[in-house]
């Protein structure tokens, strides 16, 4: 299989800094606060993984934002110490709530998708930054033959509100080297809005613990020869509470992950059977 962008969708420059509060007003106004319209029902059931820790304040908003295209909702507990689980469930009664086995968003989400029963699989943070409203456009590829659906800013129609300088130089720099190691084309990467094929799971074969992970997948999906599709996407600010996101440890961690997991660098580090 080989790997493809859409056509239609046009590389635009990112935004770089904090925008002022009336433009941030305008994008809102853009994502209305109501729950998003189904548009057309997918063919296969869909789950979506919510990775949060303490997010209680956040989750409302994102619930209620939820499509009804959405089969089951998956919240992956990350030890929270407020209300986050009772106010989940008082949003969404349905919502299965899951601890995570061990520390990280990597690992949050690895126990998520482990728990998920639907053909289709929605990665989606718990802190307002990501509108589960753009769900459906993720779908529609997923039913059109893709395998794993990424959300992008920096294509024509989406966006960052919360894009820092150094953010976005970072994120130019790690999406030039996955570009460059994979021979792809891809228009963003530090950014974790994704959906894919319950069926490649194995094949995506995740280990991260942290918030490497999302450049994990697109290196394995890449390395597998997976249909990739990239869809604009808005990036708002976080609502409530402080990220857990480190821009320069984090980065690194991406970097070493994009390096060692490029294709070949397996069977290259693998000892020979003289060097045994």
């Known amino acids: 299989m080989s790997t493809t962008v859409p056509n239609h969708v046009v590389p635009h420059p990112e935004q770089d800094g904090r925008p002022n509060r009336r433009a941030e007003d305008r994008a809102v106004a853009r994502r209305p606060m109501r729950r998003a319209g189904d548009g057309v029902p997918s063919k296969h059931s869909v789950t979506l993984v919510v990775p949060a820790q303490n997010e209680a304040r956040n989750i409302p908003w994102v619930f209620e934002q939820i499509p009804r295209c959405v089969d089951e909702v998956i919240l992956v507990d990350g030890s929270s110490s407020d209300a986050t689980i009772p106010m989940a469930r008082h949003c969404l009664p349905t919502v299965r709530s899951v601890a995570q086995s061990g520390p990280g968003k990597g690992n949050a989400l690895r126990t998520g998708f482990a728990a998920a029963s639907g053909e289709y699989i929605v990665m989606l943070d718990a802190d307002g930054s990501m509108w589960p409203g753009e769900i459906p456009h993720f779908l529609h590829f997923l039913d059109h033959g893709y395998d794993f659906v990424k959300g992008s800013r920096c294509i024509a129609g989406g966006g960052s509100l919360d894009f820092t300088r150094i ?12 570009n460059r190691l994979y021979d792809a084309h891809l228009t963003d990467l530090c950014y974790g809005y994704c959906a894919f094929r319950r069926s490649f799971l194995d094949a995506l074969d995740l280990r ?12 394995h999906a890449l390395r597998s020869g997976l249909r990739i599709a990239e869809v604009p996407s808005l990036e708002l600010p976080r609502r409530s509470g402080r990220s857990h996101l480190h821009a320069v440890s984090d980065g690194r961690r991406v970097l070493r992950t994009l390096i060692s997991e490029r294709p070949g660098a397996r069977a290259s580090a693998a000892p020979s059977a003289e060097e045994r």
């Not at 953010?167 to 996955?178: D, E, K, Q, T």
Request: no cysteine; net charge negative.
């Open 167 to 178: 953010r976005s130089l970072g994120n130019r720099v790690l999406l030039a080297v996955v």
């Open 208 to 219: 991260s613990t942290g918030f490497e992970i999302e450049a994990e997948m697109i290196a």
